[in-house]
Structures are given as C-alpha cells and as structure tokens.
C-alpha cells in the first residue's frame, strides 16, 4: 500500500456536496480513506473572475500505481460532470494528486509531487492540518514550514 494525498476542490454548484461525493467515488475505486482535512473556502487560484472555491486534502492508502490513480481521479472527475474550460478555470471538481509516497515523477502528464503545490495557500492549509509534518520530497522542508513561507 501507497499513502497518497490528494486535494479535492469545487467552485460550481454545491461546492461542499461535490467534495463529498468525489471522496465517495474514490472509495468506490478501492482507495481507503485515511484523513480528510476541513474544508476551507478560498480565492481562486490564477484566474481570479470566477466563483469561490472550496477546498480540502485527503490521506488515503491505495495499490494503484500514480498514473493508474490519475487515470481514476480524471474519470472521477468525467463522471461528475467536469467540463474542460479554460486553465485555471471554474470546475465542478477538481482531484490532484499532491504527493504519493516520497516518489517524484516530472512527466508532461503527471507531476509528483504536485509541481505548484508549495505556492499555493488552498493546498498547504488543508495539507497541513493533516499531514504537517511530512516532508516535500524535493524541498525537503516540510508542510508547515512551506505554509509559512507563503501569503494567504
């Protein structure tokens, strides 16, 4: 087994409902839920003229391997109706994987760790209430002192 965190977010429809249901279609795929942070709202990341989001991190346990797990999350996100828009743009639900083990995997189609997650508020508060004293694999700092080092 892999421990694996996850950041779930939303910004359109029922925000909070969404995030609950990925988790649940992620427990339908075998991934076991270990943690879930709270659920934080926060400004839009990027492109900022669209809804709020809402924002949370998952631990979870799988026997997936990375792209075997991205594989499932983008089909999560297909089946809960995720219309491609524009980069950074609104979004029913949004899964990535933050970190998987202390693998690193630099790839055009996947990035682990998650290759803006040490800049972004929205994943290192909820990370960090979870998992603060793990270490990024490539920093070598861990979430806590990341966070610190960012603005809300």
Not at 75 to 103: Q, S, V
Not at 122 to 137: C, N, Q, T, Y
Request: with cysteine; hydrophobic share 40%.
């Amino acid at each position: 087994m892999s421990t694996v965190y996850l950041g779930i977010g939303s910004n359109l429809g029922d925000r909070v409902d969404n995030c609950k249901r990925a988790i649940e279609l992620l427990k339908e795929e075998g991934i076991i839920i270990q943690k879930e942070s709270s659920i934080y709202e926060t400004e839009p990341w990027g492109v900022k003229e669209q809804p709020i989001f809402v924002n949370m991190v998952i631990e979870a346990e799988t026997v997936m391997e990375p792209f075997d797990l991205l594989r499932v999350l983008k089909n999560i996100e297909k089946k809960m109706g995720r219309k491609e828009t524009f980069h950074w743009g609104p979004r029913i639900i949004d899964l990535d994987i933050l970190l998987y083990d202390n693998m690193v995997i630099n790839n055009e189609k996947l990035n682990i760790p998650h290759k803006n997650m040490h800049e972004r508020y929205f994943v290192l508060k909820p990370l960090s209430e979870i998992a603060g004293d793990i270490r990024h694999p490539v920093l070598q700092l861990n979430i806590k002192e990341l966070l610190q080092r960012i603005k809300k």
